[in-house]
């Protein structure tokens, strides 16, 4: 157990210690995020905070893997860490140079089919009335839509201060509950460095955001989540194909909605929009804070329902589940606090004349 903790505190004590890096080069290279006619903020807020992330993740698994040999950096593993690097870098490209919708989707593609040759696979499926569907030559399919939608999800529900991030780290935190519960030990380790990574980048993306964490973070976030849960939650014996939907209910129900929405209207599904969920709220008089606090609960929920079904007859993981959700919630609100008084309302006001 003191592995997966120091695991947890190493990914955020690197995440946390390198956004004031990121955001200094981001604000001096002038890389913000600009207002527009989809965009919440009033004024332009840097970017890149997905470098953060994901160097936090990656320098505390290699430490974690290679020099303490906590586990071999092969097979899954290395499929997560391999098609999640690739999913970052196509990130990092479109926050600089913003590539085509279609040169992105493929690019995604190609990073779940690297995790799937290096055994990230979704085999088979256990359905209700305990009835096995074995996936077969479905097997690369799914897994490919699974990855690059859920990836695609997160990017979408990207759009309110501290709303994918949160979502990130609660789902991580379900995940590694679940795995834990499981004998998915190291699958909850990546959910644990996924974890710390991500709350180390919340503490300067609640509102009012002091850095944003780009498609580099959105997309390598649920890279990681859909990921995980093919490595740790698809390979538990229960009715696998509902324990995803209730994990990441938030980025599943929106992305589903959007594209209904779209094809409904005779748009194209790959195009951004402003009629997200977390949209619906603003639209409706909702302020950001009470917006992400909606949709944290309905996260947490759907966390509380997953760890219940999956240990019934065990309710001390359920009880831990709850115990570990409050911790890290006390964990980030000081962390929102320590940042907020590093970050002077001069220097936020600064980055909007810049």
């Known amino acids: 157990m003191l592995i997966h903790i120091v695991a947890f505190f190493l990914a955020l004590a690197f995440s946390f210690a390198l ?13 913000y995020d600009a207002p527009g006619e989809r965009k919440i903020h009033k004024a332009p807020i840097p970017r890149l905070g997905g470098i953060a992330i994901w160097s936090g993740f990656t320098v505390a698994a290699l430490l974690l893997f290679i020099i303490l040999g906590v586990a071999p950096l092969k097979g899954s593993i290395l499929g997560v860490l391999a098609g999640g690097a690739i999913m970052f870098a196509l990130g990092l490209m479109d926050d600089l140079f913003t590539l085509s919708p279609y040169l992105k989707l493929l690019i995604q593609f190609l990073a779940a089919l690297t995790a799937f040759l290096l055994g990230v696979q979704i085999n088979n499926l256990d359905l209700p009335g ?13 897994t490919l839509l699974w990855i690059v939608g859920l990836s695609n999800a997160m990017n979408f529900i990207d759009g309110v201060d501290g709303l994918a ?76 194909m509902l324990l995803p939907l209730f994990v990441l209910c938030v980025p599943i129900m929106d992305i589903t909605f959007s594209v209904f929405r779209r094809l409904f209207r005779g748009q194209n ?38 760890t219940y079904y999956v240990n019934k007859e065990e309710m001390t993981y359920l009880i831990f589940y709850v115990g570990l959700v409050s911790g890290v919630y006390l964990l980030a609100l000081i962390l929102i606090q320590v940042v907020r008084r590093l970050y002077s309302k001069e220097a936020v006001q600064e980055i909007g004349q810049a």
């Open 130 to 142: 305990s009835q096995l569907l074995v996936l077969n030559v479905l097997s690369l399919p799914v």
């Open 269 to 306: 599904p790959f195009l951004p929009d402003a009629d997200h969920i977390h949209h619906q709220f603003i639209k409706a008089g909702v302020s950001q804070v009470h917006t992400v606090s909606y949709l944290y609960t309905l996260c947490i929920v759907g966390g509380l329902i997953a």
């Open 165 to 240: 991030s949160g979502v990130t780290l609660i789902s991580a935190i379900t995940l590694a509950v679940i795995a834990h519960s499981t004998g998915q030990h190291t699958s909850a380790l990546l959910a644990e460095l996924l974890a710390g990574a991500s709350l180390g980048f919340l503490a300067f993306n609640f509102h009012p955001a002091k850095i944003f964490m780009g498609d580099s973070g959105s997309l390598f976030s649920g890279f990681m989540l859909a990921s995980i849960a093919v490595t740790g939650v698809l390979k538990t014996q229960v009715v696998v």
């Open 19 to 31: 956004i004031p890096v990121v955001r200094k080069r981001a604000i001096a290279a002038g890389l």
